[in-house]
């Protein structure tokens, strides 16, 4: 809105909007972690009972459970489709009117000072989401601590940084 519409920003983004959108993201967001945890937790654990992993991940916890998965499996691919893929299709969706807005700026000072500020966000919109895809929607099977203790760091440490 701040760039494709900069002049109606105030109006199209009151604050009665922001506020409504925070809650929905936070609602959403915690209503997957509740389910990964549930079903998670559910499960019956064999020791020994430590993760080889920087964070407590999911993936990672899976690994320690002593019953099938393939149920928890089908679950993170379905929440990582849900909580991941349907935010980033959103995402390049207003990067696309984003990006065309900024080519209909007539100079080219203008221009390269938008495309540089969108710089920034895409590239840890990347950082962050092409890992966590990486990380929750592959097969169980795909597993590897010490790979995905690199990824992890990346998409958790990496992109907050930046």
């Given at each position: 809105v701040a760039i494709c519409f900069p002049l109606h920003y105030t109006l199209l983004m009151s604050h009665s909007i922001c506020v409504n959108t925070v809650i929905v993201c936070w609602s959403i967001s915690i209503a997957g972690a509740l389910i990964y945890t549930v079903f998670t937790l559910h499960l019956p654990y064999c020791g020994p009972y430590k993760i080889n992993h920087f964070f407590c991940e999911v993936p990672a916890v899976l690994k320690l459970a002593c019953a099938?998965?393939?149920?928890?499996?089908?679950?993170?691919?379905?929440?990582?489709?849900?909580?991941?893929?349907?935010?980033?299709?959103?995402?390049?969706?207003?990067?696309?009117?984003?990006?065309?807005?900024?080519?209909?700026?007539?100079?080219?000072?203008?221009?390269?000072?938008?495309?540089?500020?969108?710089?920034?966000?895409?590239?840890?919109?990347?950082?962050?989401?092409?890992?966590?895809i990486i990380m929750y929607m592959r097969p169980g099977s795909w597993y590897d601590p010490e790979w995905d203790k690199k990824v992890e760091v990346l998409y958790n440490v990496i992109s907050a940084f930046l």
């Open positions: 099938d998965t393939s149920f928890n499996d089908r679950l993170d691919f379905i929440l990582g489709f849900l909580l991941l893929l349907v935010p980033l299709s959103f995402i390049l969706a207003s990067y696309v009117l984003i990006f065309a807005s900024i080519f209909r700026i007539r100079s080219v000072q203008g221009r390269l000072k938008s495309f540089s500020t969108c710089a920034s966000h895409v590239t840890v919109v990347t950082m962050f989401y092409g890992p966590a």
